[in-house]
């Protein structure tokens, strides 16, 4: 219990600045083609017009609350769930290329990176169907990267952190989401590690709903403000 009164603490306080993330409070321009596709694909010509032009704004201007949460594992009891569609589980190595290479293509940000991650310790667990990625989870064992506000914190023994979590758009709405944690859980859980943190936009209602299905409890928000290159951090715990 020591150890999370501390990490939450320091969520409270703040990071130290030499514990940011260089380069990634802005994503490069470059990417936005690649944005644009995905955002068309899934919500259709008037959001991704308004989310466009959002990205472009955040040049000048970028504003957004990142909420922490976090789960004892060692309460967790033992869970039974549908398996519906028959997924199958695997953790991932760095020789299944295929497969890392649709982990790469449902999340954008980690194009060429997960085989490093991987190789570095990281766990990526995947649902299958068939040969297909239905949806994964990237859990970081060494240090918490808060990516969308542009921090990191290294963790301390016994504690891991959700890097991503991810469902393909046709195979949402069947509790894929809730599997993929209970499965992790169970992972983690035989490593010997006892709590597990994660985050989400504020406003991204999806995630956060399923956070709390399964038993995650929110610690803090982070307010983050940037203006041209001047980056400011506000600690909020949620009451």
């Known amino acids: 219990m020591a150890s999370t009164d501390k990490f939450e603490s320091n969520m409270q306080k703040g990071i130290p600045a030499n514990e940011r993330l260089p380069g990634i409070a802005s994503l490069e321009i470059t990417d936005l083609g690649h944005k644009v596709q995905r955002n068309l694909e899934d919500y259709g010509w008037h959001t991704t017009v308004k989310k466009a032009l ?35 589980f695997k953790l991932l190595t760095p020789q299944n290329v295929d497969k890392i290479a649709q982990v790469e293509n449902t999340a954008e940000w980690l194009r060429g990176q997960v085989k490093g991650k991987i190789a570095a310790g990281q766990l990526c667990l995947v649902a299958l169907s068939g040969e297909r990625v239905a949806g994964f989870n ?55 590690i006892r709590r597990l943190y994660g985050g989400t936009l504020r406003s991204n209602t999806a995630s956060l709903n399923l956070t709390r299905s399964v038993g995650f409890k929110e610690i803090c928000d982070i307010d983050y403000r940037k203006f041209f290159f001047f980056e400011n951090w506000h600690f909020n715990r949620v009451q």
């Open 54 to 88: 959002a990205y472009l704004a955040r040049w000048i201007y970028f504003r957004q609350v990142y909420r922490i949460y976090g789960i004892n594992l060692d309460a967790i009891k033992p869970h039974n769930y549908s398996n519906r569609q028959d997924f199958t």
């Open 138 to 192: 990237l859990i970081n064992l060494e240090q918490a990267s808060l990516t969308l506000v542009n921090r990191k914190k290294k963790l301390r023994p016994g504690t891991a952190w959700s890097e991503h979590i991810a469902v393909q758009k046709e195979f949402r709405k069947g509790g894929l989401g809730a599997q993929l944690r209970y499965k992790i859980f169970d992972v983690l859980k035989s490593r010997g």
